[in-house]
């Protein structure tokens, strides 16, 4: 018998969101993961709101709205309070019942802003990390850190001799014309974000106003351990490699694997003065050599770990592609330290559910390797049998 398409809307609802997601849901495990989290972060939040006035946003739910943002790439706040109009499984992740009305953007974005004074965003990253850590699955000596390009969310017209007013007239995009004008760091700036920098990768490639973002993983799964963000400058990468290995806690040795950009002496004599053994690669043609010998190339380790090391470049690869890190609309060095740390957070997250994923299927008698590692490409997010995410990591209910 053919059913009738009727559109009568009903008055009630007796289904919860709960009863909505599938059990074998990825994204389940990752809401006890951060509810986990949340619970150390209790205190902290006490201590940053105050106890009398009318309550705001919660800054639990605030928190798991900001990481869906991250999870499937939502490219403003507008259309991450659209989503969780309609979006039974965002509602369900981040706390909210079906008819919980869904904040106002601004409202939204000036409580997201109250997170930077209280440091949340770094507490979180680290109580992620502990359960990595409790669980045993991350090294405390061997390391591997990188570098990449963070576009500024500046223009080149805003580029300006230091201390020059900015154009009058001509409305939000005015005619600049700089033909012939030699630019840099040290007589000019943006008046739009001092913070950025004119910076380019390389000799032949377009000089751009950016940030450099730095990250160290640990190299036994790949998990990030630390990152920042910093002017960008040639020396930039190399000095914030030597500042997160001086933070590392403990006193035995270790290893940090990086490529051919950290091949100077200055930077591999200061990892030996702090019982650091330098596995970065060699960049023989630089003037004078390398700066590594066979003292460290003889040993089978140098080798494991700049093959190891090669994973930190997917790190980023997916924090620029799926975290928002290729160009942030945020500005100042603050605010893009915060956005950072949320993205390695989400992916640490991500990744810490994958990994436990993978042994618990290990433990399975019907368990195959190779049927695993085609399901599991780099280990940025399962889809198996699920079929919940593709191969770049998004899962497939909703892109936006």
Not at 55 to 67: C, D, F, H, N
Not at 204 to 227: D, P, S, T, W
Not at 288 to 316: C, M, P, V
Not at 369 to 378: D, H, L
Request: with cysteine; proline share 5%.
């Amino acid at each position: 018998m053919r059913g009738s398409d009727t559109r009568q809307e009903g008055m009630f609802s007796y289904v919860s969101p709960e009863s909505r997601i599938p059990k074998d849901h990825p994204l389940r495990p990752i809401r006890e993961m951060v509810d986990d989290a949340l619970k150390e972060l209790s205190a902290d939040f006490d201590v940053l709101y105050s106890h009398t006035g009318r309550p705001s946003i919660a800054p639990e739910k605030l928190i798991r709205a900001l990481l869906l943002q991250v999870f499937y790439s939502i490219r403003s706040e507008r259309l991450l309070m659209e989503q969780l109009e309609y979006n039974l499984l965002f509602r369900w992740f981040v706390g909210l019942n079906t008819d919980d009305p869904v904040w106002v953007p601004t409202v939204f974005t000036h409580n997201r802003d109250r997170l930077l004074e209280g440091e949340i965003v770094t507490k979180l990253f680290g109580q992620v990390l502990a359960q990595a850590e409790e669980k045993g699955l991350t090294s405390d000596e061997h390391f591997s850190v990188d570098g990449t390009m963070i576009e500024a969310w500046a223009s080149m017209k805003s580029f300006r001799p230091k201390g020059a007013p900015p154009p009058a007239g001509g409305g939000r995009n005015t005619e600049v014309d700089f033909r012939g004008e030699k630019r840099c760091n040290d007589t000019h700036e943006s008046y739009t974000d001092p913070d950025c920098r004119l910076y380019r990768k390389s000799e032949g490639q377009q000089a751009k106003l950016c940030y450099l973002g730095h990250l160290m993983m640990e190299n036994r799964n790949g998990f990030i351990v630390e990152g920042q963000v910093t002017p960008a400058s040639g020396s930039a990468e190399r000095e914030a490699a030597a500042e997160m290995v001086e933070a590392l806690p403990g006193e035995r040795r270790k290893t940090l694997g990086a490529d051919k950009a950290y091949d100077t002496a200055e930077f591999v004599a200061s990892l030996r003065d702090q019982n650091v053994t330098p596995h970065v690669a060699q960049n023989t043609t630089r003037p004078g050599g390398s700066a590594i010998d066979a003292r460290t190339t003889r040993h089978e380790g140098y080798a494991a770990s700049l093959e190891i090391r090669k994973l930190i470049e997917t790190r980023i690869g997916w924090g620029k592609e799926i975290g928002g890190l290729r160009k942030v609309k945020l500005r100042g060095l603050a605010r893009l330290n915060w956005k950072l740390l949320l993205s390695l957070t989400a992916f640490n997250l991500l990744h810490l559910r994958n990994v436990l994923a993978g042994i618990e299927a290990a433990a399975s008698p019907d368990f195959s390797p190779v049927v695993w590692k085609k399901a599991v490409p780099r280990g940025i997010i399962y889809s198996g049998s699920t079929g919940y995410a593709d191969r770049r990591g998004r899962p497939y209910e909703h892109r936006v």
